[in-house]
């Protein structure tokens, strides 16, 4: 591994001057109008992997963004490592909250800000960099690679699991390497082995078939926003436990070693709040903060519509009101069953008053992997490499739905390395990633191929 590490070590200019031309790219999925960005993006993506020396390079059409896919395969014996990321980027709104231009990359106190630089363009380009360290000194991978780079990450993935259905046999992989998530905190490598699924819906409830003065209406009719309060703020008890029947019924409990390792990590609930701008914690009873927002399920409001809500006053009962609901699961708790016990409760529930429409919008499943598994030991000793300090073991509250398609369609395990910072702003004005850890994760990945090709 020494030529490699020196490899990397010389041309860490040369990664960073790569980076910013990627990130000049305004690849931004959800606006059509960057249709033509997102094209541009896949084959500079493309690109890039023909000069790492990877073969098999394809721009594969959907009837979204493009799909980029490539590989070596030259290993016999030796695992195959599937890595995925996405090159697709969130919208940059509000523009006037960016320090300097979101397409324009600056480099300020060892910090590169640029939409994508944290989510997810640094986070693969680690990987590219990787490969390309093994192939350039030692001729040769240690172990098989294939690269599936998606564009459409920031609005769904809707081609993406049709994809890797069609192309199971191309895609067939014993690990799958993902670098889409934070560390713990600054200094604190993190691996994360486990993630929430999602159930989310929009409720609509009607009582009339328009608006009514609310002096010569009220006491005469139901008032849907009074309802919807109601039957919102009884799916929850004063403990934090979610009301519905049967909703815990299939999570999983954590084990003792996992307790364990939660404890490790440097948390601090006051610190916590603080940061979150929140005068308390709270959530369910019984459980740690790390806990609730890793390994409990949730009901959350995300938002609530209806009636008057301008300036001044109008007296009215409105004719309509809406809420947006979501549902954070855990292992083993399955989105379908989930979504039928939440929809048959909230319609038991519902008033005869109201006329109530469920709409399911989206969902994913949630996913844990083994932390025996040989790949999450790979990973471990690579970031001790990498960054010279042992690893620690996370959940993330958030879903990466793909990471459970790769399990059930492929059946591979997926391998989280993120080298992201909690404060890096994705999705939010001034992203920005770490240099020092960019760099740091170049050297991990290239000693994870390493590290797991001599296991085998």
Not at 130 to 156: M, T
Not at 332 to 338: A, R, V
Not at 420 to 435: I, V
Request: glycine share 8%; hydrophobic share 40%; proline share 6%.
């Amino acid at each position: 591994m020494e030529s490699v590490v020196s490899f990397i070590k010389q041309n860490k200019d040369r990664y960073v001057a790569d980076l910013v031309e990627f990130l000049k790219i305004p690849s931004v999925s959800s606006n059509s109008s960057h249709n033509k960005d997102t094209e541009r993006c896949a084959h500079f993506v493309a690109d890039m992997m023909r000069k790492v020396g990877l073969e098999r390079v394809e721009v594969f059409k959907t009837s979204g963004h493009p799909i980029v896919y490539s590989e070596w395969c030259k290993a016999p014996g030796r695992p195959t490592v599937l890595v995925y990321g996405h090159y697709d980027v969130q919208p940059v709104d509000p523009l006037v909250l960016w320090d300097t231009p979101p397409f324009e990359p600056a480099i300020r106190n060892g910090e590169i800000y640029a939409r994508g630089a944290a989510d997810d363009k640094g986070q693969i380009y680690i990987h590219f960099a990787a490969a390309e360290a093994h192939l350039k000194q030692q001729g040769k991978l240690p172990v098989n690679v294939k690269f599936l780079i998606e564009g459409e990450e920031e609005v769904g993935s809707e081609n993406l699991d049709r994809f890797i259905e069609a192309h199971k046999d191309w895609l067939k992989s014993d690990v799958v390497l993902i670098s889409d998530s934070p560390m713990f905190e600054r200094g604190v490598p993190s691996i994360c082995y486990g993630l929430r699924g999602l159930c989310y819906y929009q409720i609509d409830l009607r009582g009339t078939r328009t608006d009514l003065h609310s002096g010569s209406f009220g006491g005469a009719v139901a008032n849907p926003n009074f309802v919807l309060a109601q039957l919102l703020a009884s799916l929850k008890d004063k403990n934090g436990k979610v009301t519905i029947p049967g909703f815990y019924k299939d999570v999983k409990p954590l084990t003792a070693r996992e307790r364990k390792e939660f404890k490790r990590l440097p948390f601090s609930d006051k610190k916590y709040a603080k940061e979150l701008g929140a005068p308390a914690l709270w959530g369910e009873k019984g459980y740690s903060t790390l806990e609730r927002i890793w390994a409990r399920p949730t009901f959350e409001v995300n938002g609530i519509l209806g009636g008057f809500t301008g300036e001044g006053a109008k007296t009215v009962i409105p004719a309509v009101a809406m809420a947006k609901i979501s549902m954070r699961l855990v292992p083993n708790q399955d989105p379908e069953k989930i979504a039928k016990l939440f929809e048959k409760h909230f319609k038991k529930i519902c008033p005869k008053s109201m006329q109530l429409t469920v709409t399911r919008m989206h969902g994913g499943r949630p996913w844990v992997a083994s932390l025996d598994h040989p790949a999450i030991h790979a990973a471990s000793k690579a970031f001790e490499k990498g960054f010279g300090k042992r690893p620690v073991f996370t959940r993330e509250g958030g879903s990466i739905p793909v990471v459970a398609t790769f399990a059930d369609i492929l059946k591979a395990p997926s391998v989280l390395m993120g080298i992201g910072l909690p404060d890096e702003n994705a999705h939010a004005p001034n992203e920005k990633l770490d240099l020092g850890n960019f760099h740091g994760g170049i050297l991990s990945s290239a000693h994870f191929f390493e590290i797991l090709g001599h296991a085998a």
